[in-house]
Nanobody
């Protein structure tokens, strides 16, 4: 069974940093795309950053230059390094892994809360 487990959320002051982790129960190299999404109260879930198997990346305009996405294949873990955090970054952050096996299958983690105080 494919499982994704996020960790690393918490409360931080504006300007601070956090690193989120997402550990997968299967080889992270199995996923065609690994992504981070976030959902703030009353808002739709939005893509924050994505990393393909070919190591190409994509970032939301709102986080470019502040967030980086990476993975450790040996640890089957995806990371989101968040620097220069702003109160508007406050949200529940979700990890998503996309498998392509005779179809497209998306797997989500349970989410981790990030709160940035002003």
């Amino acid at each position: 069974q494919v499982q994704l487990v996020e960790s690393g959320g918490g409360l931080v002051q504006a300007g601070g940093s956090l690193r989120l982790s997402c550990e997968t129960s299967v080889s992270i190299r199995s996923f065609a795309v690994m992504s981070w999404y976030r959902q703030a109260p009353g808002k739709q879930r939005e893509l924050v950053a994505a990393l393909t198997g070919a190591d190409t990346t994509n970032f939301a305009d709102s986080v470019k230059g502040r967030f980086t996405i990476s993975r450790d294949n040996a640890k089957n873990t995806l990371y989101l390094q968040m620097n220069s955090l702003k109160p508007e970054d406050t949200a529940v952050y979700y990890c998503k892994g996309q498998l392509i096996l005779r179809g497209v299958y998306d797997y989500w983690g349970q989410g981790t809360q990030v709160t940035v105080s002003s």
